[in-house]
């Protein structure tokens, strides 16, 4: 019982330092600054941060949420985002396991946090963004090359219809970015997953969006990336046991 707390809070730990990361991507992306030369400021005074307050979630805890030079309130982005990527971690070991699939899980988790953070705000897929997780799906396919095809196909399956839709609509119906996304993690899942996970996106996508155009007033454009990226979490963890469940309706 020990080992597996310890192992489960250093995967937290881990998390959240990564989440920590991603916040300076979410933040500085968009505006085309360094994520990794610049240091650490106040995005309120510009006062460059010390080394202790840059804790991952006890940091803010710590200074009760407000900068310690301006006293500016913190967004509750940054630790929504650390726990969030923390935890997430934790579930995918939980249910994956301790191995390679997992750590590329992991990595392909944080990329969709920031992408679908920076989607809904800004209604664009760094282009970055879907170059790291084309890196996460060529090392899938190394590492797996017995199934080699089904990643191969994955890449292909949906993009390709995506592609066609991008050109027809002249970019009215779905972003470049959008395609771009499920081709290259189609290579990380395999095509029954990313069909999968493009189904359960496009509900979830319109299930939630006509709540919010209902409750807050939403613009009928929709960023599309967040709702796709959490069919992708979705379809990467339970997908199998999903098309079991779905299948057992036909046999």
């Not at 997780?133 to 995506?162: C, E, H, K, M, P």
């Not at 290259?184 to 069909?195: D, E, H, Q, R, T």
């Amino acid at each position: 019982m020990l080992p597996n707390i310890l192992l489960y809070l250093i995967i937290f730990l881990y998390g959240i330092v990564i989440g920590s990361f991603m916040n300076v991507c979410i933040y500085r992306i968009p505006k085309k600054e360094d994520i990794v030369k610049v240091r650490s400021h106040c995005m309120n005074c510009g006062h460059p941060l010390k080394w202790y307050d840059l804790f991952p979630l006890f940091s803010y805890l710590a200074l009760g949420g407000k900068c310690r030079y301006c006293k500016a309130r913190l967004s509750i982005q940054y630790p929504l985002v650390e726990a969030a990527n923390g935890i997430l971690y934790g579930i995918i070991v939980w249910m994956n396991g301790v191995n390679v699939a997992s750590l590329l899980y992991c990595l392909l988790t944080s990329a969709l946090i920031i992408l679908s953070v920076i989607d809904f705000r800004t209604y664009e897929i760094p282009f970055g963004i879907n170059l790291f997780i084309l890196a996460l799906g060529l090392i899938r396919v190394a590492t797996d090359y017995q199934n080699w095809l089904t990643y191969l196909i994955g890449f292909f399956s949906v993009s390709i219809f995506l592609m066609i839709l991008y050109y027809a609509t002249k970019g009215r119906g779905i972003g470049g970015g959008d395609v771009k996304l499920m081709a290259v993690a189609g290579l990380v899942l395999g095509w029954k997953m990313i069909i999968l996970a493009f189904a359960i996106g496009c509900v979830l996508g319109a299930v939630i969006h006509v709540i919010r155009m209902k409750i807050s007033h939403e613009s009928h454009v929709l960023a599309l990336g967040p709702y796709l990226s959490m069919g992708i979490f979705i379809a990467m963890l339970w997908g199998e046991d999903l098309l079991q469940w779905y299948m057992g309706f036909f046999l």
